[in-house]
């Protein structure tokens, strides 16, 4: 059904409020940081650390760096050498405001706020997050040189907002003492909570493996005994990108190193 010009622009203008959050979701897909409104930790918001390759817009005086290698510790720098996630990172700044637009692929946004707590996010499913979290890059050694992607994933934790992505709506899974373990497709998980420790869980043999990534082939296992809280998964597999490759979307480290937007 065809539409006037001006219903579009009304319809799918950003929603403009008086007082502006520093993470605001629009359209579902879109997130709206507001440079130069009050952070959720008191003070300014006068930077916010975003995914490569996601902004889509901005309004205002905006400025843009790319993560340094020793911009948070050497242990970061190390893993930074073997994997996309390290290239991942853009600070955008501002010196007075603006209105900075992120989005990735389509995927939803979903906006979570700390206080205190920690969570370890898929590195291609962290779109955002404020310079009052930490962030840590952790591997999964276990099944590394199987699977590509999907294994290096960011810890945050402290006050502040993060932005994490899914496709579609995402599911929350609870794991606790005294349950059944919580079994997930690696490519399919988004997050889960700092304290817990994945382990995984193959179905078929190593020589079978080649060429297999899919979750009926292994899984990552979250075990109530060694800790309580819960996993988010997405109805969708993640295709991993190889390190080479040099598509937009990909998180291969060359792609990732010599693109910010």
């Avoid at 300014?44 to 650390?49: E, G, H, K, M, N």
């Avoid at 889509?56 to 996309?84: I, P, W």
């Avoid at 637009?101 to 906006?111: C, E, F, G, I, M």
Wanted: proline share 4%; charged share 15%.
């Amino acid at each position: 059904m065809a539409c006037s010009l001006q219903q579009f622009v009304a319809d799918t203008r950003d929603q403009q409020q008086k007082q502006a959050a520093a993470f605001e979701v629009e359209k579902q897909c879109f997130l709206q940081v507001n440079l130069g409104t009050p952070s959720s930790t008191g003070g300014i918001l006068s930077q916010v650390w975003i995914k490569t390759g996601s902004m889509v817009a901005y309004q205002g005086d905006c400025k843009f760096e790319r993560e340094g290698m020793m911009d948070h510790g050497f242990s970061n720098m190390l893993k930074k050498s073997f994997t996309g996630e390290g290239a991942s990172l853009v600070k955008a700044s501002t010196k007075s405001r603006a209105q900075l637009y992120l989005a990735d692929n389509s995927k939803r946004v979903t906006v979570l706020f700390l206080q205190g707590e920690s969570i370890v996010v898929n590195g291609d499913d962290l779109l955002a997050f404020e310079p009052s979290i930490s962030h840590k890059i952790t591997m999964m050694k276990k099944l590394s040189s199987i699977v590509s992607g999907g294994l290096f994933n960011v810890k945050l934790q402290g006050q502040g907002f993060v932005a994490i992505l899914s496709h579609g709506q995402p599911l929350t899974l609870m794991v606790a003492p005294g349950y059944p373990p919580v079994f997930t497709d690696p490519q399919a998980t988004v997050a889960w909570s700092g304290d817990l420790v994945p382990d995984f869980k193959s179905d078929v043999g190593l020589k079978t493996l080649i060429g297999r990534s899919s979750g009926e082939t292994f899984q990552m296992k979250f075990d109530g005994s060694r800790g309580q809280g819960f996993v988010v998964v997405q109805p969708h597999e993640e295709v991993p990108a190889s390190s080479g490759s040099s598509g937009g979307g990909g998180s291969g480290t060359l792609s990732n190193i010599a693109n910010i937007f």
